[in-house]
């Protein structure tokens, strides 16, 4: 499956949420989510009520497209939470949040997931001091995540560190901003994980 590149404001309303999918955007008086709250099409105002099957698939799909991730990718990634010991949902989300191009938007680096995709593609991070182009490269605990010292004066990146205070940076990370780094401390508990999402539901979507 091809990745979305729709307008991604109809995915917030497709949701009924916002998924904070088009950054500083999400938090000001132009959000389409808050202007339209109801789903796109010409039905969009009467939501039908769901099946079980549909609830399970709606949460699958929040969640995939808050990462932005393909299907295929997606469903790797919950084949290897299943694999790990402990609590297939918790792992799963904790996979997600390890995704390099995540930490850079959870840093404060980006404004957005998409945003910091594109920015680790090209080339802007170093981990640990290396070069890393690869968006889902999992970060580990005691990894560094460095800005590029020639991409410092990037304003994409400057503009989204400025920006950061609205949503701040979750307790398992640690933002040195004057030295355009961040250390990636621990693993996320799950109450530590700010995602809106009933992740067992999607595990009894995959286990069906």
């Given at each position: 499956?091809?990745?979305?590149?729709?307008?991604?404001?109809?995915?917030?309303?497709?949701?009924?949420?916002?998924?904070?999918?088009?950054?500083?955007?999400?938090?000001?008086?132009?959000?389409?989510?808050?202007?339209?709250?109801?789903?796109?099409?010409?039905?969009?105002?009467?939501?039908?009520?769901?099946?079980d099957y549909g609830l399970?698939?709606?949460?699958?799909?929040?969640?995939?497209?808050?990462?932005?991730?393909?299907?295929?990718?997606?469903?790797?990634?919950?084949?290897?939470?299943?694999?790990?010991?402990?609590?297939?949902?918790?792992?799963?989300?904790?996979?997600?949040?390890?995704?390099?191009?995540?930490?850079?938007?959870?840093?404060?680096?980006?404004?957005?997931?998409?945003?910091?995709?594109?920015?680790?593609?090209?080339?802007?991070?170093?981990?640990?001091?290396?070069?890393?182009?690869?968006?889902?490269?999992?970060?580990?605990?005691?990894?560094?995540?460095?800005?590029?010292?020639?991409?410092?004066?990037?304003?994409?990146?400057?503009?989204?560190?400025?920006?950061?205070?609205?949503?701040?940076v979750p307790p398992w990370?640690?933002?040195?901003?004057?030295?355009?780094?961040?250390?990636?401390?621990?693993?996320?508990?799950?109450?530590?994980?700010?995602?809106?999402?009933?992740?067992?539901?999607?595990?009894?979507?995959y286990s069906k």
């Amino acid at each position: 499956m091809a990745r979305y590149t729709g307008p991604v404001c109809r995915l917030c309303r497709r949701e009924n949420m916002k998924l904070y999918l088009k950054g500083d955007r999400c938090y000001s008086d132009k959000c389409a989510y808050e202007r339209r709250n109801y789903a796109p099409g010409q039905h969009g105002k009467t939501r039908a009520k769901l099946s079980d099957y549909g609830l399970r698939l709606r949460e699958k799909q929040k969640l995939r497209r808050i990462y932005e991730l393909t299907e295929t990718q997606f469903k790797k990634y919950f084949k290897e939470a299943e694999r790990q010991k402990g609590i297939t949902g918790t792992n799963f989300l904790i996979l997600l949040e390890r995704r390099l191009d995540n930490v850079v938007y959870r840093l404060g680096f980006a404004q957005s997931r998409a945003q910091a995709r594109q920015l680790v593609r090209h080339g802007h991070f170093l981990v640990n001091g290396k070069s890393v182009d690869i968006p889902s490269y999992l970060v580990k605990p005691g990894d560094t995540v460095t800005v590029r010292e020639k991409s410092r004066n990037l304003a994409v990146i400057n503009e989204a560190l400025e920006a950061l205070p609205r949503r701040g940076v979750p307790p398992w990370l640690e933002l040195r901003k004057e030295q355009y780094e961040g250390v990636f401390k621990t693993f996320p508990t799950r109450e530590e994980i700010d995602i809106p999402v009933q992740e067992q539901l999607i595990v009894e979507f995959y286990s069906k």
